[in-house]
């Protein structure tokens, strides 16, 4: 937000457990029958018909009145109408609320003067995000906000006379108001979908269009070079959007479905088609707006095989972040520099050269369990580098592919087809694993984006982990966390580009990153206060976990949507739900011993 005042007067529980629950409801909402056609069946939780914003509080002293303005500012209709009547009636036509919108914290009014009929206030605040106008979030740090604020009386009650353009906002408020949504478009090899998050203040029964209009509009700027949008030229939506049986009314509300019908769709190949469904439906869903989803290309079924009873999550769900993430393979470990595998029957030694020796530092599978790429001390003296990067399949040979002083543990794409690691903190590098051909090669990925600008990460990187649809990085940079853009370059080769800050309030240094599912990041800290969170891909909602059962410090973390392992100062650890429904906690994983560490597919 710029804040630019006027020249003259008269011219502003535990995180996981919520993210598991929410995966569950998300992968597991009902189909409908399939002998049946779609009904709608009402409108149940109906929303009572707003009536406007309501008027500021007669008689307000005008520092609470402030207080209250902060809080009105969260509601966005009608050009924040609830805000402007805080304001006289020249402040409210001349402020413009479209230069950016700052989400703060704690923000306090201090009073510089005051006489019978006006007064100054200074605001001053700390500031948590910054909102776009198509609803992206961007979680900040930096120096306070502060502008100052005149006011005046107006028959009698204080009014806001004077303040800069743009919105601010307390994040109490916007909690309130706003609601975090996930918009879905297509990975560049066309098997996955990639989360854009999005916070919307809207009406229930005004979602389903405001999404799919966000969806028209297209991703954020840092991710359009990299996704495909099936909602975009010359697929465009055609006509109304209604419930499934046509009827327009409250459509998104209750359990009538959605019609939807696009215009130029009829000429997408059948695959382009499935995709564009799963974009549209996998979004609804994440909102709560419930099938049938009936999906029409040009008035006709999208689909022939779905003109009857409509799309589902389970028709899709193929193509979602939290499917693709689940763990394939099993829980492994690396115990006394070896390579395990961790079974109801117990722990057994992994097959091959990975299983047979004890000098392995970390290690990563490939999410189908066919490759290991792991980190080996080499045993050499100095000068020499002391560790090795090997890479090799899982039962099978290995072949050294890098060495370093630090390497740090690998990470593997969805498709196996390359493993990244960070060479002594200033060199990120790609593995390619030609499985047609059984050969490795090495490719070094372009981090001048990473580095470039006052406010990029400092070396050095110290864990490099790539979401499974390969688009976004998690990175610790200096102890910090970074969430950065994966970009193929036009000779082929890769680069991280668009880092942008997560956990930015946390003080203590991030030691490990992993990913659950495509939008939520799983982070050790160092010290004893909460030293495992969550947070988003855009760095909201940071939570602290139960650290019950915890001995800091937290070494290494390796999570999947099922199961979430951390590495502390004396064993190996699953996070476990209480069954008589009380505060989850974290269960030693029997037989592994105090200096192991998980090893999950990624």
């Keep these: 937000m710029s804040v630019r005042p006027r020249s003259t007067r008269l011219s502003r529980t535990t995180a996981l457990g919520a993210v598991v629950l929410a995966m569950t409801l998300f992968t597991g909402c009902a189909s409908l029958p399939e002998s049946s056609a779609p009904q709608a069946l009402g409108t149940i939780n109906r929303e009572p018909a707003a009536e406007g914003p309501l008027p500021p509080a007669k008689g307000r002293d005008p520092g609470l009145l402030l207080r209250d303005f902060l809080q009105a500012t969260a509601d966005p209709s009608n050009r924040h109408l609830a805000a402007r009547q805080y304001m006289t009636q020249s402040a409210a036509a001349q402020w413009d609320d479209t230069t950016g919108t700052v989400i703060v914290d704690r923000p306090d009014t201090l009073l510089e003067s005051r006489s019978a009929d006006t007064s100054t206030y200074r605001i001053r605040a700390q500031k948590v995000a910054e909102l776009a106008p198509d609803g992206a979030y961007r979680a900040i740090e930096g120096p306070p906000l502060e502008y100052k604020i005149e006011?005046?009386?107006?028959?009698?009650?204080?009014?806001?006379?004077?303040?800069?353009?743009?919105?601010?906002?307390?994040?109490?408020?916007?909690?309130?108001?706003?609601?975090r949504n996930v918009l879905y478009f297509v990975n560049p090899t066309g098997n996955a979908l990639i989360p854009d998050l999005r916070w919307i203040s809207s009406a229930k029964n005004q979602l389903t269009q405001r999404l799919l209009s966000l969806l028209g509009e297209g991703s954020q700027p840092a991710l359009a070079r990299v996704v495909r949008n099936g909602l975009a030229a010359p697929v465009a939506l055609r006509g109304p959007i209604t419930k499934a049986n046509g009827d327009p009314d409250e459509v998104g509300v209750g359990l009538g479905g959605v019609r939807i019908d696009f215009a130029g769709a009829a000429g997408l190949a059948p695959r382009d088609r499935e995709l564009l469904a799963a974009q549209v439906v996998l979004t609804l869903a994440r909102a709560d707006i419930l099938g049938p989803y009936m999906l029409l290309a040009d008035g006709k079924p999208l689909d022939e095989r779905f003109a009857a009873n409509g799309w589902s999550v389970a028709d899709v769900e193929q193509f979602s972040p939290e499917v693709n993430a689940q763990n394939k393979t099993g829980l492994h470990a690396l115990r006394e520099g070896a390579l395990v595998q961790v079974g109801v029957d117990g722990i057994t030694q992994a097959p091959g050269y990975f299983g047979a020796v004890n000098n392995l530092q970390s290690a990563s599978l490939s999410p189908d369990g066919q490759f290991v790429a792991a980190v080996a001390d080499a045993g050499r003296p100095a000068p020499e580098p002391p560790r090795t990067l090997m890479v090799g399949s899982y039962g099978g040979n290995q072949f050294p592919v890098a060495e370093g002083t630090t390497i740090s543990r690998p990470s593997w794409t969805m498709d196996g087809s390359a493993a990244w690691a960070a060479i002594d903190g200033e060199r990120v590098i790609r593995v390619v694993n030609d499985r047609a051909t059984n050969t490795v090669s090495l490719q070094d990925v372009d981090i001048s984006g990473l580095t470039a600008g006052s406010n990029a990460p400092r070396l050095p990187i110290t864990e490099v982990r790539i979401s499974r649809a390969g688009v976004r990085a998690v990175l610790i940079a200096d102890g910090k966390v970074y969430v950065a853009v994966v970009t193929r370059q036009p000779d082929g080769k890769y680069a991280l580009t668009s880092p942008l800050p997560v956990?930015?309030?946390?003080?203590?240094?991030?030691?490990?990153?992993?990913?659950?599912?495509?939008?939520?990041?799983?982070?050790?800290?160092?010290?004893?206060?909460?030293?495992?969170?969550?947070?988003?891909?855009?760095?909201?909602?940071?939570?602290?976990?139960?650290?019950?059962?915890?001995?800091?410090?937290?070494?290494?973390?390796?999570?999947?949507?099922?199961?979430?392992?951390?590495?502390?100062?004396?064993?190996?650890?699953?996070?476990?739900?209480?069954?008589?429904?009380?505060?989850?906690?974290?269960?030693?994983?029997?037989?592994?011993?105090?200096?192991?560490?998980?090893?999950?597919?990624?």
């Design 151 to 179: 006011m005046s009386k107006v028959d009698g009650e204080w009014r806001i006379d004077d303040l800069p353009d743009g919105v601010v906002m307390d994040k109490t408020a916007f909690a309130k108001s706003y609601r």
């Design 503 to 602: 956990a930015v309030d946390v003080s203590t240094p991030a030691v490990s990153v992993n990913w659950i599912g495509g939008d939520t990041i799983f982070i050790a800290f160092q010290g004893d206060v909460d030293p495992v969170r969550t947070v988003q891909i855009d760095g909201s909602g940071l939570m602290p976990l139960t650290g019950r059962n915890l001995t800091t410090p937290v070494r290494l973390v390796s999570v999947s949507p099922e199961h979430q392992y951390v590495a502390d100062s004396r064993a190996v650890l699953e996070l476990t739900g209480n069954p008589d429904g009380g505060e989850p906690y974290w269960r030693e994983v029997p037989g592994l011993g105090a200096t192991a560490v998980p090893v999950l597919p990624g």
